[in-house]
């Protein structure tokens, strides 16, 4: 093994054809990397191929910006989608919530004790601070953005401006109750996630837990997603469900929502933090953990 | 405890009021009855009451025609739906099947060691007897009912007629791929039990693992539910799911589907012998062992 | 229904014999009391009767005190262990936390947004108060006791007297990572929940996630249970598991298992507290909701 | 893509160093192969790397023995460990079972309808033929091997004569009620699958369910693990649980064990079949469909 260096996350995607794990692996022997994991998926419907690959380099071999400069004639070649980050660059990440902030709360202690590799840009709310009394933002900045119907697009122009301002290359709707317009949707395409507190594509819309409720379902879900300016529709990332029965209230679905909807929207948080998930048209390739 | 003999299983519900339970308890105590599990639910939405009882007779005391006459005085006092069995004695069971059998094959398989407590009174396919060539059906009458468009009115009254001459209780759609007629479904009502491949109420109707591939959800599941005019929307008794990915193409979710598929539908028609599951409206409420 | 009063949880177990659901229910009755909820356990082998009923009072009917002492007497009649609660009263309940705080501060969320029915009585840790600085404690008193193994008697004797002064009735061992002296177990007994961060009884003792890595299990879990003296074998209140693979290390495993040790622990709590567990030998009745 | 061809499936593990991946797939490209499937990993602790490829060829490129015999020369470069398969050449399987025959009826339902890639090369048991009376053979030879302590040697030489004489390349017990002596264990190694009724490594030994039973636990599972001489310590390779509650007697764990049993045996035989199981010291490295 190579002395311990800084490790690289390689992700690529392109039409299938052979040799391309080839041309990578041997890309990378010659900068002198070592691929650490390596996940490939060869879509036979779309004909399109995905790879991710983490790799370190030895010590006095090629730097970051040599291998990116290389890699680069080989993308070409190939005709790749690709992204090249350094692991220990941690991606800033805007936060959205409204009242209820168990996913907020939830997020923001796995990112105090290191568990989500991120920086936090900044939380947005149309609510106010004191809602959050309890939460410790340790210097984040807080943007309280009230909304109306009248007031929607100054509000998300705002929220944009936020955006980039800050710096982030993520947003998360931590249980933000607003729908965002299709142009916001559109300019946060695949860099925005929203967590539905439904097994989609069932219950899709306003109240979910009180429609599985009316339905009689045996089983509850939460739904990770991208946003996309189809309500509900977008790619989607990770789920998970339990089991309930004829005694839970809507109010007991509640309860017991916040807890898979907590862990799925961190789940789908971290796995496209560390570049494990890829978009394939209207779905995704997620090399998890 | 009482010298063991026969258990009985008492099911009832009626508007909810207060006394009910003193009032059934008190009952089975007066005739020497000995509860060894109960069950019951207050729906607070529907104002309904559902109660589930398992007893067995001190030996010498009430005999079950006794206790049935008795009861029906306080069944007509509290205004009860209600239903009182001798848990030895086994429902009849028609099981329909098309070309696909794993469902068919495993209830054969649960009812010969004695898991599934019913007698079979017959097997009707849409498909010859020769599709099932590897199975031994071990003397239960077979009946073959090709269908077509033009036909089906024919088949479905024949399958009426075969259901009432063999004693038949209940019926299992047991992957019979044709949709019941609102006639046929109306005369099954609440004894007719499907299952249906998907995690309901998301992708109804056909090809359901197809659809859920093209969606790209991450877990899939199946349903079992009570048949009714309204196709894919009775009322759902069991439903399970298992995580999938995007590697698993249709076929595999067929493939992963089929164990899903089995244990959804054997325990549905298990509970529902041991009247464990009670209507509510368009809802159920399972009394799960 | 009668309109809205307090509600009551009534618990009990006994020798089981005919008539005992008779005689509560019909206690119950003529005291203006409607059942809500009621589960019961028949033990065929230790030949106890368990019950668990959640019931409120007409208004202008009996009150709490008057239930009390008249079910006393039954009570009597019927050789009963048995508890009474009006719901609404919280028990107190002491958290003991060591240096990793994921239990500690998804149980003090959950107490602040009122999922857990308690009050919290304090919070004692053999780390200082900086170890949870992030941590809003919302005025409960902190006791910092640090231990040696020389002084494990007068910190053991310190925990039992804050335990009777703080008016505590529940201590929960919120991953405190010290073993509890049979002497302060005793005292605790029926009233101590530990979360042991494996799927006992595999992996008892010490590093349970590395021990779980070396064997290379294919899934991993988390067990919440009473405490005795003798460790780890105490009776389980509840257990989940999480699939994991070849790819975990030790770490992985740590980090994973955080969300299933607080689910674990919250939920067993929780239960707990709504009088669900009851206590059968070495194992537990758990009427789950 | 190329045209449709025979699927190969070839599987390594050697100490890592970098530049086997370009290696690998540098050969197969240059033999005309496209890489289908490909999983790899990289074991920090034991420093060895494995690596499971499926790959076509392009038609009129080279043949299997072509391929073979040139990665020979790789392989030796890299001191690998290696096999390398057509897929649809199918491995002869060894059923072995007792009285109890959930999971070999299971099993033969499976291959039937091609789900498991599998010739069945016979079937043994210490039970007589009539004791599956039930189940179709279908031909497959059935050899009736009654045993006892004091011809155990004798009926374990013949259980090894017919592994041979019927090429059988991996041996299933498929609740095979008899331990193996560490001789056969020796010989079977890493070709012998067991399914153990417990979730291991809680409850070894004989009467698992009754074990959970008196132990409490509110999960239970099963284990499929590779046989070795250490009774219920050799690599495990599928496990899976369920939830059970105070309620189920040892009788109901029996039942509710069959289907998990079932499911998890089923699977760990598929994967070794597929070959995705690779043995890593004690433990397995599974590349999961």
């Known amino acids: 093994m190579t002395a311990p260096?800084?490790?690289?996350?390689?992700?690529?995607?392109?039409?299938?054809?052979?040799?391309?794990?080839?041309?990578?692996?041997?890309?990378?022997?010659?900068?002198?990397?070592?691929?650490?994991?390596?996940?490939?998926?060869?879509?036979?419907?779309?004909?399109?191929f995905f790879m991710r690959v983490v790799f370190n380099v030895a010590t006095g071999a090629a730097t970051g910006a040599e291998i990116r400069a290389g890699f680069a004639a080989v993308a070409e070649a190939l005709a790749l989608t690709w992204g090249l980050r350094?692991?220990?660059?941690?991606?800033?990440?805007?936060?959205?919530?409204?009242?209820?902030?168990?996913?907020?709360?939830?997020?923001?202690?796995?990112?105090?004790?290191?568990?989500?590799?991120?920086e936090i840009s900044g939380i947005v709310s149309n609510h106010a601070r004191e809602t959050y009394a309890h939460l410790d933002?340790?210097?984040?900045?807080?943007?309280?953005?009230?909304?109306?119907?009248?007031?929607?697009?100054?509000?998300?122009?705002?929220?944009?401006r936020i955006f980039q301002a800050s710096g982030s290359e993520v947003a998360v709707l931590a249980r933000y109750m607003q729908?965002?317009?299709?142009?916001?949707?559109?300019?946060?395409?695949?860099?925005?996630?929203?967590?539905h507190h439904s097994f989609l594509p069932g219950f899709k819309g306003a109240k979910p837990y009180h429609q599985a409720h009316a339905r009689g379902v045996k089983l509850m879900?939460?739904?990770?997603?991208?946003v996309t300016s189809d309500l509900d529709e977008g790619p989607i990332i990770e789920q998970?469900?339990?089991?309930?029965?004829?005694?839970?209230?809507?109010?007991?679905?509640?309860?017991?929502?916040?807890d898979i909807e907590r862990r799925v929207l961190a789940r789908a948080l971290s796995w496209h933090l560390e570049d494990r998930?890829?978009?394939?048209?209207?779905?995704?390739?997620?090399?998890?953990d």
């Open 221 to 226: 879900g939460a739904t990770a997603h991208y």
């Open 179 to 195: 729908v965002l317009s299709d142009g916001l949707s559109a300019k946060l395409s695949g860099r925005c996630i929203n967590i």
């Open 240 to 258: 998970d469900v339990e089991r309930i029965s004829h005694q839970d209230s809507p109010e007991d679905l509640v309860r017991k929502g916040r």
């Open 86 to 118: 350094d692991k220990a660059d941690k991606r800033r990440v805007l936060l959205l919530a409204s009242k209820f902030d168990h996913c907020l709360a939830d997020l923001l202690y796995r990112w105090r004790i290191g568990e989500i590799p991120m």
């Open 277 to 288: 998930v890829l978009l394939n048209g209207s779905k995704t390739v997620v090399f998890r």
């Open 5 to 48: 260096t800084d490790q690289f996350i390689l992700t690529l995607s392109c039409p299938n054809r052979p040799g391309i794990v080839a041309r990578v692996s041997t890309f990378l022997f010659e900068k002198g990397c070592n691929i650490l994991e390596a996940q490939q998926f060869d879509d036979t419907e779309s004909g399109r």
């Open 137 to 160: 933002f340790d210097g984040i900045a807080f943007h309280h953005l009230p909304v109306t119907k009248a007031t929607k697009l100054e509000q998300e122009t705002e929220i944009w």
